[in-house]
């Protein structure tokens, strides 16, 4: 079955500091990986995805995730938190021919000063 | 371009009242979704449209309907709302099957 873990339900991490959130999926093909931001209130952002190629993805606000098919993940990262970041991020899975998404359940990032 | 728009923002329903949220993009995409998200579960896919006229049904479909006469529109119909509808409803859209553009979102309430 396709399935999307994100272990971590709420992460806090000093501003400056690095980050990665977690991200593991269960699926039997060549997944579409995809992180996905969510602001208080708002829609989601795309920040980044995966299609093929190149395992280190570059997204926008200075993000980045590697894929690693080994491990079934695709862990987000950013060198240096800004209080900006403050938001809830989710990871998605897709690849159907209909592009139906399977997301994970959110992980909540709160930057302290 | 205006991306994706929903209407309307926040509407509280009675239990057994109905409604359409309604979903509009231009951007031309063929495929179009209608997604819920509850705390702490994400968002679970209740119906998606991969052209003007096919539908078909997501995750969590019951108690909802979907029509799509037109690329521009994809409304969801509650048909008799019931306290287990409360969510946040997201619907997104995308010219193939890969990225997805999401609208602002529409929050129900049912009391």
């Known amino acids: 079955a396709q399935s999307v873990t994100q272990p971590d339900i709420h992460i806090t991490v000093s501003e400056g500091a690095s980050l990665e959130l977690r991200c593991n999926y269960s699926?039997?093909?060549?997944?579409?990986l995809f992180w996905y931001v969510q602001s208080p209130g708002q829609g989601l952002q795309l920040l980044l995805k995966?299609?093929?190629?190149?395992?280190l993805v570059q997204g926008i606000k200075g993000f980045e995730a590697e894929f690693k098919r080994s491990q079934s993940s695709f862990n987000l990262r950013k060198p240096s938190v800004h209080w900006s970041d403050a938001a809830e991020y989710f990871c998605?899975?897709?690849?159907?021919?209909?592009?139906?998404?399977?997301f994970g359940q959110g992980t909540t990032l709160q930057v302290k000063p | 371009n205006a991306g994706v728009t929903q209407t309307p923002k926040f509407r509280i329903l009675k239990i057994g009242q109905s409604m359409t949220l309604q979903c509009t993009q231009d951007?031309?995409?063929?495929?179009m979704y209608w997604y819920r998200q509850d705390p702490g579960m994400g968002l679970k896919l209740i119906y998606y449209?991969?052209?003007?006229?096919?539908?078909d049904k997501g995750e969590v479909p019951n108690g909802y309907n979907v029509s799509r006469s037109t690329t521009e529109d994809f409304p969801l119909r509650l048909e008799l709302a019931a306290p287990s509808q409360t969510s946040v409803y997201f619907c997104?859209?995308?010219?193939?099957?890969?990225?997805?553009?999401f609208g602002p979102g529409t929050r129900l309430l049912v009391l």
């Open positions: 998605a899975l897709g690849g159907s021919n209909t592009g139906k998404l399977i």
């Open positions: 449209s991969v052209g003007a006229g096919i539908t």
């Open positions: 699926y039997g093909a060549t997944p579409y």
């Open positions: 995966y299609f093929s190629g190149d395992t």
């Open positions: 997104a859209s995308s010219y193939s099957t890969e990225t997805q553009y």
């Open positions: 951007m031309n995409h063929n495929y």
